[in-house]
């Protein structure tokens, strides 16, 4: 219990005196009592007295009597403070709790985290200074919160009791705390323990993330802009998996404007139904995470996912940082998604650009470690660019890019993809726990997995050679690939298909498309690439399979996903019917001209689905067929001069050419005569 204060003589002046009495062992309590008793005896002897007391106070507590006379000199200083045993006392409490917190806001308030204290130890001296100048009381504009008047300084530290820089700086709060208030709520997030997730007891297709990303790497879009850009890309990280089972790119397109255009909310929404319609959803449920950013699901989009899979896939998405860092301040930060939220993909990021950090190029990882030699590669590249508009087409193709072009790109980013999902040098988390494993055969230097079918496969012989290789320490267990994990556990996932597009995108997301001469459907597109895209018309597959014929110079309501451009949807665009699904239109495949399987059997498509137009035209030109061939029979008699012809063939000869003459000199009808039922007329057969 602390030593009641009727106990001694010891008076407490002030909050810091209180604290530091309070904060102290009852054993120090009554040792600065019984100091304090003696060194008021000492005051109180006479003079030439003060000596003989000293040297008794000394005998008795077993000291020196130069260090009595030390505490006398320093309690008739500070008071009793003096005779407190410090190592008896925690440093803080030697300070008032009002003064610890404003010396802590003092620190808070200094945003760099280095030179905080220090700078900070400054401003508290400073402040004390103008309190002396003020003459110390309690109302001066400079007093410091936890005094009453300005503290006393030691004569030998030339500071007040506990203010030294050491133990100011043991002071100070937490760094978490520090940084909360000096850098903001998402700095301090990563100072605080993780939420942590697990993939057991979930499944395959059960949680997809969401994310838009920028590799670190220059990339050339020929004919579009004359500079190199970084491309932009979304991707799909299957959770349970680990797997991306889609990744589709766009290239940075610098405007007329010299403006950069980035990915759009509705090319995310695009890309979201590219992964819906070829991976697909679980019947039990898929969740689809995104961001706050680019990769959002807004309501409208949501809600139309929803509709489209009776319920089954839902969206969601992280927490958002930006609020104030404390409660009720002005000023709030810029709002930015939950990082912790899809750590996965952002996991998987990291993992993309390490793959893709030798490709000709590079960015760096941010803009201080930025290779030096950019400004250089930029220059180069910007005249390598000049050089392909001015060339002839057979220079054009001898000339080295410093940098990947598009297509270079876009193929080898996808085989760096590849490779990941079929990675098994992995630790990914709860793979073993789940069954993800794979027993594996290591015979002189090479590995022979042994997936499930492969030992339901074997023979008792070649079961029994395994199980003596393993007993022989040939066998191990290694992980599986994303891509095997999600090749055995996807069979069930269920996708949408082409009818769902309209109903998930807006009608704005369409464009209108005029069914040419030729029976195709041509889009030209910048964010598409160069080329035109031409659909053919004359095969639009429906919900049932059936294969519906466009009609030519007619215009239809086209729904195009740029991140599957192998197919376009097709709608009624006129009418009651506007926005009703017609069918799915395949793109007109192109061919290298050595290939002529290929492109004869192209020929054989295109045949049969002109086939009933043909059909329709030989059916109305029957008579006219039948009557060329008459015709030419009749032409093929005359002509056989070694048989003569009959009274009864020339007559019918000549009743022909009479009928068809009178049919070419017939008036044609007036416009205003009331329409008559036409009669075709009679044409005598010339063989009777």
Known sequence: MTMAMEETSIRLNGEAEHAMWYSATPAAQREVAEWDTDMRAILSAGRGLQGRVTNNIAKRRGTSPSTVRQKFYAWRETGWVALLNKSKVKPSATLPPTFVEYWRSIIES???????????????????????????????????????????????????????????????????????????????????????ATREGMEVGQQYFFDDEQPDVWVNFVGTNRKQMRPLGFHCLDFVSAMNIAAGFRPQILGDDHRVKSLTLRQFE????????????????????????????????????????????????????????????????????????????????????????????????????????????????????????????????????????????????????????????????????????????????????????????????????????????????????????????????????GWHVPALMQEDAARIIKVDSHYTLKVEDQDLGADELMYIGTAAVNMHGQKITLDRGKEYLCYLNPYDAGTMQVCEATGSRRGAWIGEVALNPSFSRTDQHAIWTQYGINREATGPERED???????????????????????????????????????????????DAAPAPRPSAPARKATAPVIPNPFG
């Open 110 to 196: 200094h945003q760099r985290a280095k030179s905080a204290v220090a700078q900070s130890f400054r401003s508290l001296k400073s402040k004390l200074a103008a309190w002396e100048r003020d003459g110390g009381v309690a109302d001066s504009p400079h007093a410091i919160p936890g005094y009453v008047t300005a503290p006393r300084r030691s004569q030998l530290t030339k500071l007040p009791p506990g203010w030294s820089y050491d133990n100011l700086n043991r002071l100070k709060a937490a760094e978490a705390a520090r940084r909360l208030r000096s850098v903001g709520p998402k700095a301090y997030s990563m100072m605080v323990p993780p939420v942590l």
């Open 270 to 497: 695009w890309f979201v139904a590219h992964v819906l319609m070829r991976r697909g959803y679980r019947e039990a449920g898929t969740q689809l995470g995104g961001e706050l950013g680019t990769a959002k699901f807004t309501d409208r989009f949501s809600a139309a996912i929803g509709m489209a899979t009776g319920g089954k896939v839902t969206t969601g998405h992280s927490g958002r940082f930006g609020d104030a860092a404390c409660r009720d301040m002005l000023y709030e930060g810029q709002s930015t998604g939950n990082f912790r939220w899809k750590a996965p993909i952002e996991s998987w990021f990291n993992l993309f650009r390490n793959y893709m950090a030798a490709l000709p190029g590079p960015t760096g990882r941010c803009r201080d470690e930025a290779p030096e030699e950019t400004p250089g590669l930029e220059r180069a590249n910007t005249w390598f660019l000049r050089q392909l508009e001015k060339l002839p087409v057979e220079r054009r193709s001898l000339l080295i890019s410093p940098v990947l072009e598009w297509n270079a790109f876009i193929s080898v980013v996808h085989q760096l993809i590849g490779i990941i999902n079929d990675r098994r040098d992995h630790h990914i988390k709860d793979y073993a726990k789940m069954g993800f494993t794979l027993p594996v055969i290591e015979l002189e230097g090479r590995e022979f997995p042994l997936p499930p079918e492969t030992l339901i496969g074997m023979s008792p012989q070649e079961r029994l050679k395994m199980e003596m290789l393993s007993a022989a320490g040939y066998s191990r267990v290694m992980n599986m690939k994303p891509s095997e994990v999600w090749e055995r556990h996807s069979k069930g996932l269920k996708k949408l298909r």
């Open 617 to 663: 035209i030989n059916r109305r030109a029957g008579s006219e067929r039948h009557r060329r061939a008459a015709n030419w029979i009749w032409n093929k008699r005359v002509a056989d001069t070694d048989t003569p012809l009959t009274p009864k063939e020339k007559k019918n000869a000549a009743a022909r050419a009479e009928a068809e003459a009178a049919m």
